[in-house]
């Protein structure tokens, strides 16, 4: 049970041959991601300066003096 097996050897590998096999795998995945992050920056840093302010906040209409004398009852 301490020991490794074949099996535990030949995923140990796979991983490794995954990782640091070919063309350098792992920099082209590390450089994908670098773009990524890149771009989600670029894209919030577009999104603060595009949008349009609110609109400004419209008054409430005034109440009739009927209504708001039963208002001011209630409350």
Known sequence: ????SPWHLLIVAGVLLVLFGGRGKLSGIMGDAAKGIRAFREG??????ETPPPPAAQPAPPLPAAT??????VR
Request: a negative charge; aromatic letters at 0%.
């Open 1 to 4: 049970m301490g020991s490794l």
């Open 44 to 49: 919030l840093k577009d999104d603060h300066g």
């Open 68 to 73: 708001a004398e039963k208002d001011s009852i």
